[in-house]
């Protein structure tokens, strides 16, 4: 699909790659870009429809879809950042991790399929991680609930390509955000996960990997995880 002219749905805009998704999508020569936040008061880039919407959330979703009945590109990018051991920590933090990048994400597939289908098809792009493919110390919750929204986006994939909807599984390593500011290596500029999940969904593209940490992760599962784990310390 051409990016010009269509109508995107941002899930998470306010900040981090989400407002940069919204902010290249403006660029691009998007018609209408929705941004939506479960604190929509906190989305301050000019030129866009704020929606409120919290994906954990069935009616929320439900009524984000009914005020945006014209979308044609979703972005869910919206996640929270989990932390502590599966073992022995708390599993409300999993499971927390799991309601909104699996079931939330989810829902909201479920929810703009057919809004989407019904305008001639279009592109849904689900942020992912390069921690679908592993486990890094502390982040078990995370890294597990992104290996599910993986193979969801695959599944849905399938199910999807009849009715003219593509889906791209956009996964990276760290980027320049709020979220990552305490980590001390290469990251990417959220505009630019953006142009190339955009670059991405104009070539059809069912997988777009960020920068080279991803590529490395996803190289390694033909290896034995257990000496992938090894080099990380």
Do not use: C
Not at 72 to 84: E, F, K
Not at 194 to 211: F, H, K, M, N
């Amino acid at each position: 699909m051409d990016i010009t002219g269509s109508v995107a749905l941002v899930t998470g805009a306010n900040r981090g790659i989400g407002r940069g998704f919204v902010e290249h999508l403006l660029e691009r020569g998007a018609a209408k870009v929705y941004a939506t936040a479960r604190r929509p008061e906190l989305v301050d880039v000019p030129g866009v429809e704020v929606l409120p919407l919290d994906i954990t959330d069935p009616a929320s979703v439900a009524a984000a879809a009914a005020a945006a009945p014209d979308v044609t590109l979703l972005v869910n990018n919206a996640g929270i950042s989990t932390s502590g051991s599966l073992v022995t920590g708390d599993l409300a933090s999993a499971r927390s991790a799991m309601d909104t990048h699996l079931w939330g994400t989810l829902e909201m597939v479920r929810a703009f399929a057919p809004v989407i289908e019904h305008n001639g098809g279009g592109a849904i792009v689900n942020v992912l991680s390069a921690l679908s493919w592993f486990a890094a110390p502390g982040a078990g919750g995370y890294a597990a609930a992104k290996a599910a929204e993986w193979n969801m986006t695959n599944s849905v994939r399938s199910e999807l390509a009849s009715r003219g909807i593509t889906v791209q599984g956009l996964h990276l390593g760290a980027a320049d955000t709020d979220m990552m500011a305490e980590y001390d290596g290469p990251k990417t500029a959220p505009t630019e996960v953006a142009r190339l999940a955009l670059d991405g969904v104009e070539r059809d593209a069912a997988e777009v990997l960020v920068d080279d940490w991803s590529r490395l992760v996803k190289a390694s599962l033909a290896g034995d995880p257990v000496d992938f784990a090894a080099q990380l310390g």
